[in-house]
DNA sequence: ACCAGCACGTA
DNA sequence: CGTACGTGCTGGTG
């Protein structure tokens, strides 16, 4: 029998658009696909199991319906459908056209309408009809021959709604289903029921009225709240009966018997598409089932695997035949950090199809020894995912790895930066279509079930070895897999060390700090609670602006979301405004609480050892910066006086003499320089004079010996402000100079500096073209919203356009440069070791004697990390803490 | 228990 | 109405 499959394609568009995470799915341009991928991934899926004969699919063509015309709210809670979202239709629509499959739609009708009317005159022509949608409107065309496929959740886990099932769910025939709408309500179409009147109490009054109209004609006899209720919408329920109502009788210009489906597609079609849209492994998924399914295809559910748990003396043999030449995906569980981590057991999933799995607590001396030497053996190549944290596990195990040939995490942020998370299930089931058996995302091994555990493991190293295919393709047209090879991946031993390393911590000094912060946090507390004649939270916002600009009455601050601000500025504005006491006593309170917080979050994090061990991530900042967290060392306070005090805390260990920090002086501006090949900027440079001043005395054609601070304060401001697309407002309120000022500033700025102004245009310009920008390394940041209609969006782009090729040369500099220090202490046979990096700056902890040849060694790889157009600049402090070796 | 918003430290 | 981060608090939601 003929089988006719309708869809609903902005519904089951819509529900895949909010399924799937509009951030996961986007092509290298920008292009988001979420909804197109999770409406393909659907369709592929109901027409390999329902095999229909016949498939059509209608669209809704505008907002503008006879419906709307009828009750000018309908649908009217519907926000706006995102751009991200309506710029997606067209692409579906591109993608049923490679498919040969017709398309629907009919101004001033709803899709429902077309669906309707097609599945009437299918029916009447005997064929059998399922209908995919998400509105359920579309339940009345139910029969013993029509059924709905009405997405649950997702867009893999369809409903099929038969007659029986209508029934189930909502105790009434479906012809009867709108009646029951008419009287509970749609929310998802603004149309508001009769309030009291849910499902149940609706079917059970059609069950004993026979009928709507007769519920209406006999609403008088209702007895109770509910019938009050319903006699008092009775104008609603006949109106939303009116609209939920579906046509079955448009003139559409096909019917049914012209639908009629074949695979014999033009598969050059599908596959410019499928290539437009980079959905390689959709596009595997529809050639498999076109090819009939005598492959193995892989499913949405996960797939399972045979995992060999390695017993005693099996280890060597197994990676003697399995793991000897090719890459193999390797997963390790247990505690992947850099404190106290442990190694539970590793799994590896060879290119031959088989994999293995090794209980770490289990292994005898020479299983552990066979183990160890192929982890340790450079020839035998390993795919692992974020492979930091394993290397601290293994480590733990007192084994080392060697042989990285990719870490999928880190293929993946270089080609897609901007991602918040790499997580390998979300990455397994965006680019293998396999979801991951359900282990714990700590790396944590389940207690008592190891097959489970064997099992989950498996699944993770074969879809990383997996994952690797895929990406090393995508990589392979892109400068991403140098960057991968010869920068990221090597760094991760370095940072790995870094992070077991620690810095030393003078926990006493921590301690004092701690009571004298606290001290002065009490009084500074009591000094406010003294000003205003009441103890309010002086840390909370709201009661604050309750205080400032109710009780006080003071002038209002610049808005937030909720409110208006109470920021430090503000606050200091206000000051000057007031002289009230309250707010000298509230910024104290603020500063002195603030530093305590962070003395205490320190506290917190020293181990045993005596030494904090921060963990840096490197796939978290888009512009390629690392980060730094549990605790974050790169935000330790410098400025004021109280703040280095806190530095004063980070100290020399046992065995090591002295501290040692190594920074770049302005290599933002450098790398501007040298990108810019402004003359003016690289000879400020290369005159080895103060900068700023030196950049003064040419924008104000003066000497710089007469150049004060006021002006070369304005420059400097003009300077840091550049590569971040500081705007002449931005810079008036930094200067407490008006906007006219400013942008005369900028103008004479530029007006010196006109390669830099040329430099910052260009690049705007060009990512707005190629959609992306570019480091001096080739690391890429992608920016679609440079296309944004939207002003704000757009904007923000483009200072994101401005920044990210310098901040991430600087940061692909100073990568060089720690491989560069890391290796070349090594070389030297020293004992001192690299601790920190701050972005632009380097903390070493210096053994005993060999402090001249580490700052030599030091300034030498930091300065030639890249071959500019201007000298790297490095200065070099010592100290025994960190606050006397900085500078 | 989780989340958004605010505030604030660094480069 | 300047980029890139991480953390801790409050006060709202579940």
Redesign the pocket.
Known sequence: MDRLLLIDGHSVAYRAFFALPVDNFATTTGQHTNAVFGFTSMLINVLRDEAPTHVAVAFDVSRQTFRLEQYPDYKGNRSKSPQEFTGQIPLIKQVLDALHIQTFEKDGFEADDIIGTLATQAEAAGMEVLICTGDRDALQLVTGTTTVLYPRKGVSDLARMTPEAVQDKYGVAPANYPDIAAMVGETSDNLPGVPGVGPKTAAKWLGQFGSLDEIIAKVDQIPGKAGESMRAHLDDVIRNRSINALIRDLDLPAGPADLAFSTEWDRDAIHTVFDALEFAALRTRLFDYLGGGDEQVATDTGVSIDVTVLGAGQVQPWLDEHAATDAVGLDVTGVLRPVAPRADAVAIAAADGAAAWIDTSTLDPADDAALKAWLADADRPKVLHDVKGQVHALAAQGWTLAGVRADTALATYLVK??Q?SYDLADLSLRYLKRELGVGDDSGQLAFDDDSAGAETAGQRARATLDLWGVLETELEQQEPLTLLRDLELPLVDVLARMEARGIGVDSEHLDTLHAEFTERMLAAAQDAYDAIGREV?L???????EVLFEQLEMPK?K?????????????QQLFVKTEHPFLAAL?AH??V???R??V??LQ?TVQPDGRIH??Y?QT????G?L??????L???????ES?RRIREAFCVGAGFDTLVTA??SQ?EMRIMAHLSEDADLIEAFRSGHDFHTVMAAKVFERDPSDIDGGLRARIK?MN????????????S??LSIT?GEAQALMDDYFETFGGVRDYLRGVVDEARQTGFTETIMGRR?YLPDLQSDNR?RR??AE??A???PI?GS?ADIIKVAMLGVERALDEAGLTSRMLLQ????LVLEVAAGEKDQVEQLVRDQMASAADLSVPLDVSVGVGRTWHEA?H
């Open positions: 930066p901007d918040r939270n840390g909370s916002p709201k009661q604050l602006q601050t808005r937030t979301k909720t409110g208006y601000t109470t920021d430090a500025e503000a606050l910024l603020r500063d609480t603030r530093l917080q962070t205490e979050g917190k921060t963990t991530a978290i900042a888009a512009t910066r980060s730094s967290a549990d605790p974050n790169q935000n330790i306070p410098i400025r004021t703040g920074d770049y290599i401001a840091y402000g550049l590569a971040y697309g500081l705007s002449s407002y931005g810079l309120q930094q906007t940041r704000q904007e923000m200072r994101m401005l920044n990210a901040q600087a701050v972005h632009d700056e900085g």
